[in-house]
């Protein structure tokens, strides 16, 4: 049993970012309330009371605060653009009590805006400020690519965003998912090494919880994904490995959450975790890319938005040159 899950209640967006993962998703699925709800009884029965919220951007979710309510003895954690927390929702939230916000940047207002459309870092700003007004604690998400990673990690932005009143802070590295990735945004192996010590920097010089979501596999020991640590149902019930892993067996609206759990291909998965002895190499995706191909043509196993096609085609071929140099250069660091 995995000690916490992701759940996509909606596809629906109100933004339209560039090289987003849940950008080729169709964006007319939603859980029903009494799916969510009971999804959530599931978990509880099977001792799961972590839920991260995801999309879409999940305060379109009409539902999304009376799961919050109904589920008090839950911790919720969700991302969103920050675009709908006016003061009132800021004001719901902090009746609720138990749920935590992290809201997307990409750097301050030019690159966030260049990304997530303009407009889009003074509503982040005005979001932060309606938070801690209320005093709702809250995190700020990264998605880090070869234009932003200087910005990103510099003192300027994250004492900006302490000061600001984050406590969290996530980093994704750009990853080429989808119909129509673009590799450029990709980090280039030094620029993945400069991060992971820039991230285990400011953890340890400043009052801020930083979580570097690929490389930190050195205290997960590899790969969370597939039920060892977390699963991943999206808005029309798919079940997937990880957000990242857009790859799908059985569906929620058709079997519980303890059966997704034993699904074959979940198994297969966490016979081959760790995928490497080197644990600054723990996705299958962009580190393994092997091992991604393999899961995605076991039988009954689909693709949920082009990503495994790709695999076969120019994306693939890149990931598999990466990930060599990314051995290459992290191999001694991680000895």
Not at 2 to 25: H, K, Q
Not at 126 to 136: C, E, G, S, Y
Not at 148 to 163: H, K, Q, R
Not at 299 to 319: A, C, F, I, Q
Request: net charge negative; hydrophobic share 35%.
């Amino acid at each position: 049993v995995p000690w916490f899950m992701l759940v996509d209640p909606t596809e629906r967006c109100n933004y339209n970012c560039i090289g987003c993962w849940a950008g080729s998703y169709d964006r007319a699925h939603e859980l029903s309330f009494e799916r969510f709800d009971r999804l959530m009884n599931e978990a509880k029965e099977l001792g799961i009371y972590f839920i991260v919220v995801s999309g879409g951007e999940p305060t379109i979710y009409p539902h999304l605060i009376d799961i919050f309510k109904k589920h008090n003895d839950m911790a919720f954690m969700f991302y969103t653009n920050g675009s709908l927390i006016t003061e009132k929702y800021a004001e719901r939230l902090a009746e609720v009590g138990n749920a935590v916000p992290c809201i997307s940047v990409e750097g301050f207002k030019e690159k966030t805006d260049w990304r997530r459309g303009k407009g889009a870092w003074d509503r982040v700003i005005k979001a932060m400020d309606n938070l801690k007004k209320v005093k709702v604690p809250f995190g700020y998400s990264v998605t880090e690519t070869s234009k932003n990673i200087e910005e990103v990690l510099s003192d300027e932005f994250v004492d900006f965003m302490i000061n600001k009143g984050a406590k969290i802070a996530w980093y994704f590295q750009y990853i080429p998912t989808g119909k129509d990735p673009d590799i450029t945004l990709m980090l280039t192996p030094e620029q993945r090494l400069k991060s992971y010590k820039r991230i285990n920097e400011i953890r340890s010089t400043k009052p801020l919880f930083a979580a570097d979501f690929w490389n930190d596999g050195i205290y997960t020991d590899g790969c969370i994904a597939g039920g060892r640590s977390y699963i991943h149902i999206t808005a029309d019930g798919g079940i997937e490995p990880c957000a990242f892993i857009h790859l799908a067996q059985g569906n929620i609206n058709e079997i519980s959450l303890k059966e997704a759990l034993q699904l074959p291909f979940f198994k297969e998965i966490q016979k081959l975790q760790p995928y490497s002895d080197n644990l600054l190499r723990p996705c299958m995706l962009v580190d393994n890319p092997q091992v991604f191909r393999k899961i995605g043509s076991l039988p009954g196993v689909r693709s949920t938005d082009g990503t495994l096609e790709n695999m076969y085609k120019d994306v693939g071929k890149h990931l598999d040159e990466l990930s060599k140099k990314w051995e290459e250069i992290s191999r001694p660091v991680f000895e």
